[in-house]
């Protein structure tokens, strides 16, 4: 007849590592040290991973288009500071409504870089000297139409209009129209609202 060991007394703990019964008491490995113990502390908040990543970027992409649309419908949610505001708005539609001499200038500077090409030196040079001319005559234009803003800005919001309206319009004028942000909701010969 085999002999079972003795049950150990109730103040006997069993030292860690021992078996009881069978199973295992403790936790069955040593104690991590104090450097072990924050080197595991220290991981990423969120884990590091591809997807993670990829799903960020998409996320981002999305965000950034619906920015993108938005601020070429011209919603104020998602225009820079620049462009926000009622007074700016009117600007954009004043100019939108028009056609500006600015709107050729970046044709034109194709045009005289191709005529730098032709090897006849008289072509060359009054091809410079005719973008000059052009450009006093957007120059001219823009200070026409910085002067008119302002006049139908102080016309339609009063005395309390923003400073820089003139400005605002003028830059406009030299863009060309379908590259405009926000986009120009004033067809050519339209009235801003």
Do not use: C
């Not at 288009?65 to 949610?77: I, S, T, V």
């Not at 939108?96 to 060359?124: N, S």
């Not at 973008?131 to 002067?147: A, E, H, K, Q, R």
């Amino acid at each position: 007849m085999a002999k079972t060991p003795p049950a150990p007394a109730p103040n006997d703990a069993p030292s860690e590592g021992t078996v009881l019964n069978g199973t295992p008491t403790g936790k069955g490995r040593a104690t991590p040290s104090r450097a072990e113990q924050e080197a595991a502390r220290k991981r990423p908040l969120v884990p590091d991973t591809k997807e993670a990543k990829a799903r960020a970027r998409s996320d981002l992409a999305a965000q950034r288009e619906k920015a993108r649309l938005g601020m070429a419908a011209g919603d104020d949610k998602y225009l820079p500071v620049r462009d926000k505001g009622p007074q700016r708005r009117f600007v954009r539609d004043f100019v939108d409504g028009g056609f500006h001499l600015g709107e050729a200038v970046m044709p034109a500077m194709v045009l005289v870089i191709v005529a730098t090409f032709v090897p006849f030196a008289p072509v060359q040079y009054y091809s410079f000297i005719a973008l000059w001319i052009f450009i006093l005559f957007v120059i001219g234009d823009m200070i026409i139409t910085s002067i008119r803003v302002k006049r139908a800005a102080r016309e339609k919001f009063g005395e309390r209009t923003e400073k820089g309206l003139g400005w605002y319009g003028a830059m406009r004028t030299i863009q060309m129209r379908f590259m405009r942000l926000p986009k120009p909701k004033v067809k050519r010969g339209g009235r801003p609202v």
